[in-house]
């Protein structure tokens, strides 16, 4: 079993940052691929980015590209999601999942992934 806690959502104005956070627990976190999902209000979840349990390779959806980046820190069983010029079309919940998997394995289909946390609200004003 692996725990994940989200957190860092809030309220921001358009074109600011937000980093947030999703710490791991459990399961040998170092073992699982990861991803970030957000959910808006009567849409339904859509793929962000996600990342191997190595790190050394990362996938984004298209639209989020060059404003979203994942990163991961290994010792500290964290997963980061850092944006930037936030807009009001970003608010969200946003969700971290984990898979279990082999080295270099990376997914953006969230069928995939076993293990998903809280969530964490992201708000972006105009």
């Known amino acids: 079993q692996v725990q994940l806690v989200e957190s860092g959502g809030g309220t921001v104005q358009a074109g600011g940052s937000l980093r947030l956070s999703c710490v791991a627990s459990g399961r040998t976190f170092s073992s699982h691929a990861m991803g970030w999902f957000r959910q808006a209000p009567g849409k339904e979840r859509e793929f962000v980015a996600a990342?191997?349990?190595?790190?050394?390779?990362?996938d984004y959806a298209d639209s989020l590209k060059g404003r979203f980046t994942i990163s991961r820190d290994v010792g500290k069983n964290t997963v980061y999601l850092q944006m930037n010029s936030l807009k009001p079309a970003d608010t969200a919940v946003y969700y971290c999942?984990?898979?279990?998997?082999?080295?270099?394995?990376?997914?953006?289909?969230?069928?995939?992934?076993?293990?998903w946390g809280q969530g964490t609200q992201v708000t972006v004003s105009s």
């Open positions: 999942a984990a898979v279990y998997s082999r080295s270099g394995y990376i997914t953006a289909d969230s069928h995939e992934y076993d293990y």
């Open positions: 990342i191997t349990w190595l790190g050394e390779s990362t």
